[in-house]
Nanobody, 115 residues
Framework: QVQLVESGGGLVQPGGSLRLSCAAS????????MGWYRQAPRKQRELVAT???????NYADSLKGRFTISRDNAKNTVYLQMNSLKPEDTAVYYC?????????WGQGTQVTVSS
């Protein structure tokens, strides 16, 4: 089993920044893809960004340029730097990791963008 612990969410004003972290522990051998998804109220969960072990990234088109995903393989941690935040970025952000054919989700962290 893989355990994921997210942190860094909170309330931020429009135009502000937040950095989310997700640390993986447990049976971490074999983790390849790490990423972030989000789910806004009354909407489906959607991709934010993913990153491979080798650092290849993929972003939702609408978020390119504002969000940056990175990872520290030594710490088994993935990060999401979010800049120029907008009210429509308000959502629960979930960390997800792929280990071989298995998928693990974090518990989610709330991000609220409001003045």
């Amino acid at each position: 089993q893989v355990q994921l612990v997210e942190s860094g969410g909170g309330l931020v004003q429009p135009g502000g920044s937040l950095r989310l972290s997700c640390a993986a522990s447990g049976s971490i051998f074999g983790i390849n893809l790490m990423g972030w998804y989000r789910q806004a109220p009354r909407k489906q969960r959607e991709l934010v960004a993913t990153i491979t072990t080798n650092g290849i990234t993929n972003y939702a088109d609408s978020l390119k340029g504002r969000f940056t995903i990175s990872r520290d393989n030594a710490k088994n941690t993935v990060y999401l730097q979010m800049n120029s935040l907008k009210p429509e970025d308000t959502a629960v952000y979930y960390c997800r990791v792929n280990k071989l054919v298995q998928v693990y989700w974090g518990q989610g962290t709330q991000v609220t963008v409001s003045s």
